[in-house]
């Protein structure tokens, strides 16, 4: 039986992805080869993301005389695929890339922002979570000093105060709410709001609240789901296509325990919640197997 060779091609990786451990681990992906080196006239910056929790993503924008530090990595055309539909919202231009070795590759795909950055416009800023896998990325390839300097010295978001404020009255005004405040929902309950029948409007739950969507932008997988798992999984850099788990799947329960989670993992906990409350989501009930699995 002959065997169907299989085509590779060239990604370059400059934010998330410059690191072959979360390439393997977090992106499933199996490098056939991996280079950290450079593109030139290219430059990094920060695109605006997700208000209150990831408000900045790894982006990059031509500059003339600019380098841009990163790792370039050989996958099969599958993986390269649905790292593409992952990376919906950059275009693929083939550059030259010429790794710290001196080895040069023509036709190396760098991911460039599909909207094209025009002076004048808001960049973002990344989260804790988000530029600590540049710095590990950036340290596990042994990139330029100069270049993890760069990246130490970046700022990150953190919650404004008058955020913050507003966030924990919605909460308190729901703990004070006699109704609201004593109404539990199962997560089999929440799995069936999902969205997909208008019997059952798209909720998600977050840290012990059940949360009603309404008119909230959030990703399709949060719907009739308990995230707190997913998020602590994104904060450690885990893969969630393999490490998620919905109710029915085996290894559902028991929920993630807080007092088992670092200070910076509860505040990025919290950043999820308030990015769903402050873009119109409305905390109707409490999750019962989330406060069951917390004793």
Request: hydrophobic residues 30%.
């Given at each position: 039986?002959?065997?169907?060779?299989?085509?590779?091609?060239?990604?370059?990786?400059?934010?998330?992805?410059?690191?072959?451990?979360?390439?393997?681990?977090?992106?499933?992906?199996?490098?056939?080869?991996?280079?950290?080196?450079?593109?030139?006239?290219?430059?990094?910056?920060?695109?605006?993301?997700?208000?209150?929790?990831?408000?900045?993503?790894?982006?990059?924008?031509?500059?003339?005389?600019?380098?841009?530090?990163?790792?370039?990595?050989?996958?099969?055309?599958?993986?390269?695929?649905?790292?593409?539909?992952?990376?919906?919202?950059?275009?693929?231009?083939?550059?030259?890339?010429?790794?710290?070795?001196?080895?040069?590759?023509?036709?190396?795909?760098?991911?460039?922002?599909?909207?094209?950055?025009?002076?004048?416009?808001?960049?973002?800023?990344?989260?804790?979570?988000?530029?600590?896998?540049?710095?590990?990325?950036?340290?596990?390839?042994?990139?330029?000093?100069?270049?993890i300097e760069k990246l130490d010295?970046q700022p990150y978001y953190k919650?404004?105060?008058?955020?913050?404020?507003?966030?924990?009255?919605?909460?308190?005004?729901?703990?004070?709410?006699?109704?609201?405040?004593?109404?539990?929902?199962?997560?089999?309950?929440?799995?069936?709001?999902?969205?997909?029948?208008?019997?059952?409007?798209?909720?998600?739950?977050?840290?012990?609240?059940?949360?009603?969507?309404?008119?909230?932008?959030?990703?399709?997988?949060?719907?009739?789901?308990?995230?707190?798992?997913?998020?602590?999984?994104?904060?450690?850099?885990?893969?969630l296509d393999t490490n998620d788990?919905?109710?029915?799947?085996?290894?559902?329960?028991?929920?993630?325990?807080?007092?088992?989670?670092?200070?910076?993992?509860?505040?990025?906990?919290?950043?999820?919640?308030?990015?769903?409350?402050?873009?119109?989501?409305?905390?109707?009930?409490?999750?019962?197997?989330?406060?069951?699995?917390?004793?």
């Open positions: 039986m002959a065997i169907q060779a299989v085509d590779y091609v060239w990604r370059f990786g400059y934010g998330s992805n410059i690191g072959l451990e979360v390439l393997k681990q977090k992106k499933n992906l199996n490098p056939k080869e991996y280079y950290t080196g450079t593109i030139t006239n290219y430059e990094l910056y920060f695109t605006p993301g997700i208000p209150f929790v990831e408000p900045g993503w790894g982006a990059t924008r031509y500059h003339e005389g600019s380098m841009l530090h990163g790792s370039a990595f050989y996958i099969s055309q599958e993986e390269a695929q649905k790292l593409d539909a992952q990376e919906a919202g950059y275009n693929v231009l083939p550059c030259q890339f010429t790794s710290y070795c001196g080895k040069v590759i023509n036709n190396v795909g760098l991911y460039v922002p599909k909207k094209e950055f025009k002076i004048g416009d808001k960049e973002g800023i990344p989260s804790l979570r988000y530029l600590r896998l540049l710095r590990k990325g950036a340290r596990q390839g042994n990139l330029e000093a100069h270049w010295k919650t404004p105060p008058e955020v913050r404020a507003q966030t924990l009255k919605w909460i308190q005004e729901f703990e004070s709410d006699p109704v609201r405040s004593g109404v539990y929902w199962t997560a089999e309950e929440l799995a069936r709001h999902d969205g997909k029948d208008e019997k059952y409007p798209a909720h998600t739950s977050a840290l012990e609240y059940v949360i009603k969507i309404n008119d909230a932008r959030v990703f399709p997988s949060w719907k009739g789901h308990t995230i707190t798992r997913r998020n602590l999984l994104q904060f450690r850099g885990q893969s788990i919905r109710y029915g799947q085996e290894g559902f329960r028991p929920l993630p325990k807080l007092n088992e989670c670092t200070e910076e993992e509860r505040e990025f906990l919290l950043q999820n919640l308030e990015s769903v409350l402050h873009r119109g989501g409305e905390i109707v009930a409490r999750l019962k197997d989330f406060l069951e699995d917390q004793n």
